[in-house]
T-cell receptor, first 110, second 113 residues
Framework: KQEVTQIPAALSVPEGENLVLNCSFTDSAIYNLQWFRQDPGKGLTSLLLIQSSQREQTSGRLNASLDKSSGRSTLYIAASQPGDSATYLCAVSGGNKLVFGAGTILRVKS | DAGVIQSPRHEVTEMGQEVTLRCKPISGHDYLFWYRQTMMRGLELLIYFNNNVPIDDSGMPEDRFSAKMPNASFSTLKIQPSEPRDSAVYFC???????????FGSGTRLTVV
């Protein structure tokens, strides 16, 4: 059974700092990995999708990497802003189902 | 495209009542998923459909929960009778095919009192 773990559970940083969120998964037989953002009381917004054959994806200040063999992914956020404050969720797909981690709650202080 | 559309956004009901949640997936997406989110358990997959056919309902917690997809543009999740422990945010998501990405709706916040 696939299990997804995210570290840290919560993170508070000053504005402008670069930061890394970590995601690990137990079964490396995945199709893809997706990072989502969830604002309080809102739905999930897809940030980046990495196919199993890819090593990384970039969108603006966000960069996500994937190491299937070690069962790890990182989300790098450059020059963090208060608007980045949200919960970040990692999810892996081993077929048609997404399995989610518990998320990292990020707070960027101005 | 308007994205995945869920209704209602909020639902407050009394214990024992029937609750029906609705979802319209993105046109052309073959897969539809129902997830539940709680503070204690995070996001859990309840059931998913492929081409309107239920494929995996192993996440449905009890027989009180049922889901249907009568056509490619509509799905319902029904709870009968509802209980306070069913209070959660229920999300619907659709996907064109694996291994492509999923798009989530805004969710229905259910409160059972």
């Amino acid at each position: 059974k696939q299990e997804v773990t995210q570290i840290p559970a919560a993170l508070s940083v000053p504005e402008g700092e670069n930061l890394v969120l970590n995601c690990s998964f137990t079964d490396s037989a995945i199709y893809n990995l997706q990072w989502f953002r969830q604002d309080p009381g809102k739905g999930l917004t897809s940030l980046l999708l990495i196919q199993s054959s890819q090593r990384e994806q970039t969108s603006g200040r966000l960069n996500a990497s994937l190491d299937k063999s070690s069962g790890r992914s990182t989300l790098y956020i450059a020059a963090s802003q208060p608007g980045d404050s949200a919960t970040y969720l990692c999810a892996v797909s081993g077929g048609n189902k997404l399995v989610f981690g518990a998320g990292t709650i990020l707070r960027v202080k101005s | 495209d308007a994205g995945v559309i869920q209704s209602p956004r909020h639902e407050v009901t009394e214990m024992g009542q029937e609750v029906t949640l609705r979802c319209k997936p993105i046109s052309g997406h073959d897969y539809l998923f129902w997830y539940r989110q709680t503070m204690m358990r995070g996001l859990e997959l309840l059931i998913y459909f492929n081409n309107n056919v239920p494929i995996d309902d192993s996440g449905m917690p009890e027989d009180r929960f049922s889901a249907k997809m009568p056509n490619a543009s509509f799905s319902t999740l029904k709870i009968q009778p509802s209980e306070p422990r069913d209070s959660a945010v229920y999300f619907c998501a659709s996907s064109p095919d694996s291994p492509y990405g999923y798009t989530f709706g805004s969710g229905t916040r259910l409160t059972v009192v």
